[in-house]
């Protein structure tokens, strides 16, 4: 039960971090040369973490599911 709420957690911030950082690309296009703003990294750097983490959490426990690992 636990489990899938973690999912359904992570899911959300991940759909939320992707909006975001589409409603900041529109907003604050980014300029040649320039670099970009400090939100715009945290934002990629947030959805980084959302969905990398519980992707390879995902694909381990998927290894041990199938029988990879007795």
């Known amino acids: 039960m636990v489990f899938k709420w973690?999912?359904?957690t992570f899911g959300t911030?991940?759909?939320a971090l992707i909006v975001l950082g589409k409603v900041l690309?529109?907003?604050n296009p980014?300029?040649?040369g320039?670099?970009?703003p400090p939100i715009a990294?945290?934002?990629e750097r947030a959805l980084r973490w959302t969905?990398?983490?519980p992707l390879a959490?995902?694909?381990v426990l998927l290894i041990l599911a199938l029988g990879g690992i007795p």
């Open 6 to 8: 973690v999912l359904v």
């Open 13 to 15: 911030a991940a759909i």
């Open 25 to 27: 690309a529109v907003l």
């Open 30 to 32: 980014p300029r040649p």
């Open 34 to 36: 320039r670099p970009r």
């Open 41 to 43: 990294r945290r934002v």
């Open 51 to 53: 969905l990398l983490v």
């Open 57 to 59: 959490i995902v694909i």
